[in-house]
């Protein structure tokens, strides 16, 4: 199953080598190779398990058909860097404090199941919409 059973999705643990942050100079890389992952399709199969979607029920979301996930393998690199805006943000009031660079980023992305790959073009940083990093304190954390 591909909902962990804490009912967690969306979300796996990767080596810890995989990730590397230079907060000071602006810089991440978050590098995976070969995790080996369920495609599920599209989001309505995703989250029902490939029972897709009956379709409008009162709310205003399509008909999905059913798509049983198929087992895939990605691979992705994504990196952040350089400084574009700074903020500082504080507010005792939610016990919560930290710093945050919008940075520029790029990402490389690929996939492989039987009978089909599928790989991202190359990088263009000026496509970029937003890209953030951050440190951040909170709750018992917060000083």
Do not use: C
């Not at 810890?16 to 989001?43: M, T």
């Not at 500082?88 to 930290?98: L, T, V």
């Amino acid at each position: 199953m591909h909902i962990d059973s804490n009912d967690v999705f969306w979300m796996v643990p990767v080596a810890h080598h995989a990730v590397e942050v230079n907060f000071d100079e602006a810089r991440a890389r978050l590098r995976v190779s070969g995790l080996r992952v369920f495609d599920d399709h599209d989001i309505g199969n995703s989250l029902t398990l490939g029972l897709g979607l009956p379709g409008d029920m009162g709310f205003p979301y399509p008909h999905i058909d059913p798509v049983a996930p198929v087992r895939a393998t990605v691979s992705f690199d994504v990196e952040w860097n350089g400084i574009v805006a700074m903020a500082q943000i504080h507010n005792s009031a939610q016990s919560f404090k930290g710093s945050f660079l919008s940075t520029g980023a790029t990402i490389r992305w690929s996939v492989e199941q039987p009978g089909f790959r599928f790989e991202t073009e190359a990088p263009d940083p000026g496509r970029n919409l937003v890209s953030v990093l951050g440190r951040e304190q909170n709750g018992v954390f917060f000083t």
